[in-house]
């Protein structure tokens, strides 16, 4: 095997590896989409039914910046 192909072959699996990675990435992403998806819905029917004061609501809220932000981060990687 001539010292091209033997590169050649190392950047296959350095793409590899990236391609792996991103699917990762994207696959938390949706995962975190999602969820603020059923958080939210959970917010409307709670916010329905009146029960404004419901600590629930105030677990939703935070739970849906956390999500928020580490998607933000996930994106951030995927620029690099």
């Given at each position: 095997?001539?010292?091209?192909e033997?590169?050649?072959?190392?950047?296959?699996?350095?793409?590899?590896?990236?391609q792996?990675?991103?699917?990762?990435?994207?696959?938390?992403?949706?995962?975190?989409?999602?969820?603020?998806?059923?958080?939210?819905?959970?917010?409307?029917?709670?916010?329905?039914?009146?029960?404004?004061?419901?600590?629930?609501?105030?677990?939703i809220?935070?739970?849906?910046?956390?999500?928020?932000?580490?998607?933000?981060?996930l994106?951030?990687?995927?620029?690099?």
């Amino acid at each position: 095997m001539s010292e091209s192909e033997k590169m050649s072959e190392s950047e296959k699996d350095q793409l590899i590896d990236a391609q792996k990675e991103v699917i990762g990435i994207l696959f938390e992403v949706i995962k975190r989409l999602q969820t603020n998806n059923d958080l939210d819905q959970e917010y409307f029917e709670i916010m329905q039914k009146g029960d404004k004061n419901n600590k629930r609501i105030q677990d939703i809220i935070n739970e849906r910046e956390e999500n928020s932000k580490i998607v933000g981060r996930l994106l951030e990687q995927l620029e690099t």
